[in-house]
């Protein structure tokens, strides 16, 4: 565009007219830029770690399972045959952060009580090493790995059936076959979620114990469960299901992303308030030089000259406030990263409960990229849209005479 | 080119009974090298006249013409670009945009033209020499007086070489001595490079120098003197 350098240098000028309140402008504008890039960070880093405590003590980040096994009217059979092995899954590199578990519904019985539970086999030094289950054994010890028939029951479980450390409790399902499944189990540790409900309703015993008293083959599983929280495309597996947490959590899926486009909303409450406060001195600003404006035109300047070097005055100090917010909010999420701060300096020093799981994470900031140009985005719309009235104002009083 | 009014009327509709005639039968025409005054007293309708030439608000009746075509044909922004390519502006408190230096000020209509830089560097050391601010280029408008400020006003509205130059009050701000030069200006400018010029002024001292003095009472130009002629 021909004369485009003195038209840059004309809407440049004109921001340094009243150094004190571009300033001002800028420095809003800026900080709360940088706010909401923080802000979203935050959130996105805060869920994703509460969601990484909470999926890496049980549930996994996705399973492996028969195309059925998650089926809505297999959930109504007693017990759940769907049943697969390695040799189903083509591709080996996805064994590697996972681990087998075998999972049935069983009778837990005491010397005088009994409860229906669901009865999960692990691959215990797999599981020792991905999920962080193993901690949550707050009186005894997790799972031998060398070693069977152990079981490690809820507290509450143990509690009600009333078995303690070292009694034995008859585990009673059905086998693989049709016929009655029972076998006696050592209680080597109680586990405590911290949650509640959870902790009457789980036992865990080794996969090979599990497989035995199922009558299934060694090789023979329910799930693999993923770990990997960097892998986020689900892999495809012909003849076999890959459900992610979100499908198997839908309810928890749910609330993160509730609370991500709830801080998007905030966000966007944000600019348009600080858009407000922009288009009103934007509007001071363009009719004190309304006088101005007129000789512009008088003189010979059209429209569309007058707009663009006003387009381009407020995408100047935009773009400056932009760049200044990116930057503060990289600082002050780079400062989180490095010093991360505990969850429960936002619920007031209570823990998270999640699926019926206590879960303290340290929050670590971290830069999600997709901010850095969708933040932006959003405040050139709502600059054009702050610009658009005290445009036409300006347009329609600078036409006239002498 | 001739830039004509003939039979212009400028109503102003106060209320649904109430006209006013800004401009009432007025005819007139500017020839190549015309140094005319409107004359009156405040509120006569000088200014309005000069608002109709300059296109800035089109008569109620009558026609405005440049060079035989008709200007209230074009639509506001072709009226826009008319006055940046055949007219220069001055007006009583300047107008010079404070954020410019006074080459900038002249540079402004020479860029929304599209001259080159050269052309434009030419035209505006032309137009400062003229009005003896060479060295004055540099400055902002708040760093010169009000006779400088003036001076930079017609540098910026002659820099174009503009067919006709229309000035409203151009004196009035300015004290005696510094109006008299600028005045002097005027004629030089109009002698030497047979510049148009249109002045709306009750300046005794400009009339005194016009060739033509039309005088304008109740939006009507009551009568025309030539002189100097």
Redesign the interface.
């Given at each position: 565009m021909k004369g485009f350098k003195f038209l840059l240098k004309f809407s440049y000028r004109n921001l340094l007219r009243a150094p004190k309140r571009t300033l001002i402008l800028i420095l809003s504008l800026s900080i709360g830029t940088g706010f909401i890039i923080w802000d979203l960070n935050f959130a996105n880093s805060g869920s994703k770690e509460v969601m990484k405590e909470f999926l890496n003590q049980y549930a996994g980040e996705y399973h492996i399972t028969h195309k059925d096994y998650y089926r809505e009217d297999n959930k109504k059979e007693f017990n759940n045959f769907k049943i697969i092995s390695d040799s189903e899954i083509p591709d080996k590199s996805l064994l590697t952060f996972t681990t087998r578990r075998v999972t049935a519904p069983v009778f837990v019985s005491g010397e005088k009580k009994t409860l229906g539970v669901l009865l999960t086999g692990l691959e215990t030094e797999k599981e020792i090493k991905l999920s962080t289950l193993s901690k949550a054994v707050t009186v005894g010890r997790f799972l031998n790995p060398n070693s069977d028939k152990e079981i490690v029951l809820g507290k509450k479980l143990a509690h009600r059936i009333e078995v303690k450390l070292g009694d034995e409790v008859a585990v009673i399902g059905q086998a693989l076959d049709g016929s009655v499944a029972n076998e006696l189990m050592t209680v080597v540790g109680l586990i405590d979620f911290g949650g509640g409900d959870l902790e009457e309703s789980l036992a865990f015993t080794q996969i090979k114990s599990a497989q035995e008293l199922l009558v299934m083959g060694p090789d023979q599983y329910h799930q693999r469960v993923d770990f990997n929280m960097k892998d986020e495309t689900l892999p495809q597996i012909k003849g076999l299901a890959v459900t992610i947490w979100t499908d198997l959590l839908p309810e928890i899926g749910v609330s993160v992303r509730f609370v991500d486009n709830f801080t998007w909303l905030v966000s966007i409450v944000i600019v348009l308030v600080i858009s407000l406060g922009l288009s009103n001195s934007l509007m001071i600003t363009f009719l004190e030089r309304e006088q101005e404006f007129q000789t512009l035109n008088i003189i010979g300047a059209k429209t569309i000259w007058v707009t663009v070097s006003l387009l381009i005055e407020v995408f100047l100090l935009g773009t400056i406030a932009i760049l200044l917010g990116l930057l503060l909010g990289q600082i002050s999420t780079n400062y989180f990263y490095h010093y991360p701060f505990n969850i429960q300096f936002f619920t007031g020093g209570k823990p998270i409960i999640m699926g019926g799981m206590i879960i303290q994470p340290l929050v670590r900031i971290y830069p999600v990229l997709e901010y850095y140009w969708k933040v932006p985005v959003m405040i050139y719309i709502f600059l054009t849209m702050t610009m658009i009235y005290p445009l036409i104002r300006v347009i329609r009083r600078s036409k006239n005479a002498i | 080119m001739q830039f004509e009014l003939i039979h212009v009327d400028k109503i102003y509709q106060v209320s649904e009974e109430n006209k006013v005639f800004g401009a009432k039968d007025v005819n007139l025409k500017i020839g190549t090298g015309d140094f005319m005054a409107l004359v009156g007293p405040s509120g006569s309708g000088k200014?309005t006249i000069?608002?109709l030439i300059?296109g800035?608000?089109l008569p109620t009746n009558g026609s405005l013409k440049h060079g035989g075509s008709d200007i209230t044909a074009l639509s506001?922004?072709e009226r826009?670009?008319h006055?940046?390519?055949f007219?220069?502006?001055i007006?009583q408190d300047y107008?010079l945009?404070?954020?410019?230096t006074a080459y900038?000020n002249i540079?402004?209509?020479l860029?929304?033209?599209?001259f080159s830089k050269k052309e434009i560097d030419e035209r505006v050391h032309w137009a400062l020499s003229q009005v003896g601010l060479e060295k004055m280029g540099n400055r902002f408008p708040k760093q010169l007086s009000g006779g400088q400020q003036q001076r930079v006003s017609i540098a910026?509205a002659i820099a174009g070489r503009p067919e006709l130059v229309?000035a409203?009050e151009p004196t009035a701000n300015l004290d005696s001595k510094t109006a008299q030069e600028i005045i002097e200006l005027f004629k030089k400018l109009n002698q030497e490079f047979k510049l148009t010029f249109i002045f709306s002024t009750h300046d005794q001292r400009l009339i005194d120098q016009v060739n033509t003095v039309m005088y304008v009472k109740d939006g009507q130009i009551s009568e025309t003197r030539n002189h100097h002629a």
């Amino acid at each position: 565009m021909k004369g485009f350098k003195f038209l840059l240098k004309f809407s440049y000028r004109n921001l340094l007219r009243a150094p004190k309140r571009t300033l001002i402008l800028i420095l809003s504008l800026s900080i709360g830029t940088g706010f909401i890039i923080w802000d979203l960070n935050f959130a996105n880093s805060g869920s994703k770690e509460v969601m990484k405590e909470f999926l890496n003590q049980y549930a996994g980040e996705y399973h492996i399972t028969h195309k059925d096994y998650y089926r809505e009217d297999n959930k109504k059979e007693f017990n759940n045959f769907k049943i697969i092995s390695d040799s189903e899954i083509p591709d080996k590199s996805l064994l590697t952060f996972t681990t087998r578990r075998v999972t049935a519904p069983v009778f837990v019985s005491g010397e005088k009580k009994t409860l229906g539970v669901l009865l999960t086999g692990l691959e215990t030094e797999k599981e020792i090493k991905l999920s962080t289950l193993s901690k949550a054994v707050t009186v005894g010890r997790f799972l031998n790995p060398n070693s069977d028939k152990e079981i490690v029951l809820g507290k509450k479980l143990a509690h009600r059936i009333e078995v303690k450390l070292g009694d034995e409790v008859a585990v009673i399902g059905q086998a693989l076959d049709g016929s009655v499944a029972n076998e006696l189990m050592t209680v080597v540790g109680l586990i405590d979620f911290g949650g509640g409900d959870l902790e009457e309703s789980l036992a865990f015993t080794q996969i090979k114990s599990a497989q035995e008293l199922l009558v299934m083959g060694p090789d023979q599983y329910h799930q693999r469960v993923d770990f990997n929280m960097k892998d986020e495309t689900l892999p495809q597996i012909k003849g076999l299901a890959v459900t992610i947490w979100t499908d198997l959590l839908p309810e928890i899926g749910v609330s993160v992303r509730f609370v991500d486009n709830f801080t998007w909303l905030v966000s966007i409450v944000i600019v348009l308030v600080i858009s407000l406060g922009l288009s009103n001195s934007l509007m001071i600003t363009f009719l004190e030089r309304e006088q101005e404006f007129q000789t512009l035109n008088i003189i010979g300047a059209k429209t569309i000259w007058v707009t663009v070097s006003l387009l381009i005055e407020v995408f100047l100090l935009g773009t400056i406030a932009i760049l200044l917010g990116l930057l503060l909010g990289q600082i002050s999420t780079n400062y989180f990263y490095h010093y991360p701060f505990n969850i429960q300096f936002f619920t007031g020093g209570k823990p998270i409960i999640m699926g019926g799981m206590i879960i303290q994470p340290l929050v670590r900031i971290y830069p999600v990229l997709e901010y850095y140009w969708k933040v932006p985005v959003m405040i050139y719309i709502f600059l054009t849209m702050t610009m658009i009235y005290p445009l036409i104002r300006v347009i329609r009083r600078s036409k006239n005479a002498i | 080119m001739q830039f004509e009014l003939i039979h212009v009327d400028k109503i102003y509709q106060v209320s649904e009974e109430n006209k006013v005639f800004g401009a009432k039968d007025v005819n007139l025409k500017i020839g190549t090298g015309d140094f005319m005054a409107l004359v009156g007293p405040s509120g006569s309708g000088k200014t309005t006249i000069l608002n109709l030439i300059a296109g800035l608000i089109l008569p109620t009746n009558g026609s405005l013409k440049h060079g035989g075509s008709d200007i209230t044909a074009l639509s506001l922004e072709e009226r826009t670009k008319h006055r940046l390519d055949f007219m220069g502006f001055i007006f009583q408190d300047y107008q010079l945009l404070p954020i410019l230096t006074a080459y900038e000020n002249i540079e402004f209509p020479l860029q929304l033209k599209g001259f080159s830089k050269k052309e434009i560097d030419e035209r505006v050391h032309w137009a400062l020499s003229q009005v003896g601010l060479e060295k004055m280029g540099n400055r902002f408008p708040k760093q010169l007086s009000g006779g400088q400020q003036q001076r930079v006003s017609i540098a910026r509205a002659i820099a174009g070489r503009p067919e006709l130059v229309l000035a409203d009050e151009p004196t009035a701000n300015l004290d005696s001595k510094t109006a008299q030069e600028i005045i002097e200006l005027f004629k030089k400018l109009n002698q030497e490079f047979k510049l148009t010029f249109i002045f709306s002024t009750h300046d005794q001292r400009l009339i005194d120098q016009v060739n033509t003095v039309m005088y304008v009472k109740d939006g009507q130009i009551s009568e025309t003197r030539n002189h100097h002629a």
